[in-house]
T-cell receptor
Framework: EDKVVQSPLSLVVHEGDTVTLNCSYEVTNFRSLLWYKQEKKAPTFLFMLTSSGIEKKSGRLSSILDKKELFSILNITATQTGDSAIYLCAVVPLYGGSQGNLIFGKGTKLSVKP | NAGVTQTPKFQVLKTGQSMTLQCAQDMNHNSMYWYRQDPGMGLRLIYYSASEGTTDKGEVPNGYNVSRLNKREFSLRLESAAPSQTSVYFC????????????FGSGTRLTVV
């Protein structure tokens, strides 16, 4: 059965800290991996990773994929209270008829204290 | 603004009542999805529609039905609500080839008492 596992499930840090969120997956015929940030409402798209070893970066956030070891990490440097959210990892498998459905992990709840 | 619009935002139902959650997107996406989100469970797929006129079951379809009315609209119906269906429901749509990730609606918080 395809699955996505995120760790840790929750994390509390102080402003200025650097955090690393983990996502491992067991998915047949992997296509791509996506990271989302969810604050109070809908998840918002952060990154999509398809190729191994290529870092995606946006401001203080960055992410990289390792297709050999089947995991991805999301790094946040110099954290701010506005980074407090649930971070979701999702994988898109590539099998016939799935139409690219996302398989989500349970998320990591990040709390950044001032 | 372009995006995915869900209605209603909040709803309280009594056990056994029925209701329909509405979803519309104006991005000309072919694929649309309904997810539910429960604490500690992440997002789980209820139903999806790859294109107008087609629907398929996801991970947790029991107790739900869907209709892809046209390319823009994808509705989720609870025929006889149960307390186990208390959840936050998200509709999403996907661009062709999944280039930019899914776009989610703002969610419907449903409580069944």
């Amino acid at each position: 059965e395809d699955k996505v596992v995120q760790s840790p499930l929750s994390l509390v840090v102080h402003e200025g800290d650097t955090v690393t969120l983990n996502c491992s997956y067991e998915v047949t015929n992997f296509r791509s991996l996506l990271w989302y940030k969810q604050e109070k409402k809908a998840p918002t798209f952060l990154f999509m990773l398809t190729s191994s070893g290529i870092e995606k970066k946006s401001g203080r956030l960055s992410s990289i994929l390792d297709k050999k070891e089947l995991f991805s990490i999301l790094n946040i440097t110099a954290t701010q209270t506005g980074d407090s959210a649930i971070y979701l990892c999702a994988v898109v498998p590539l099998y016939g008829g799935s139409q690219g459905n996302l398989i989500f992990g349970k998320g990591t709840k990040l709390s950044v204290k001032p | 603004n372009a995006g995915v619009t869900q209605t209603p935002k909040f709803q309280v139902l009594k056990t056994g009542q029925s209701m329909t959650l509405q979803c519309a997107q104006d991005m000309n996406h072919n694929s649309m999805y309904w997810y539910r989100q429960d604490p500690g469970m992440g997002l789980r797929l209820i139903y999806y529609s790859a294109s107008e006129g087609t629907t398929d079951k996801g991970e947790v379809p029991n107790g739900y039905n869907v209709s892809r009315l046209n390319k823009r609209e994808f509705s989720l119906r609870l025929e006889s609500a149960a307390p186990s269906q208390t959840s936050v429901y998200f509709c999403a749509s996907r661009p062709p080839q999944g280039r930019y990730g899914y776009t989610f609606g703002s969610g419907t918080r449903l409580t069944v008492v």
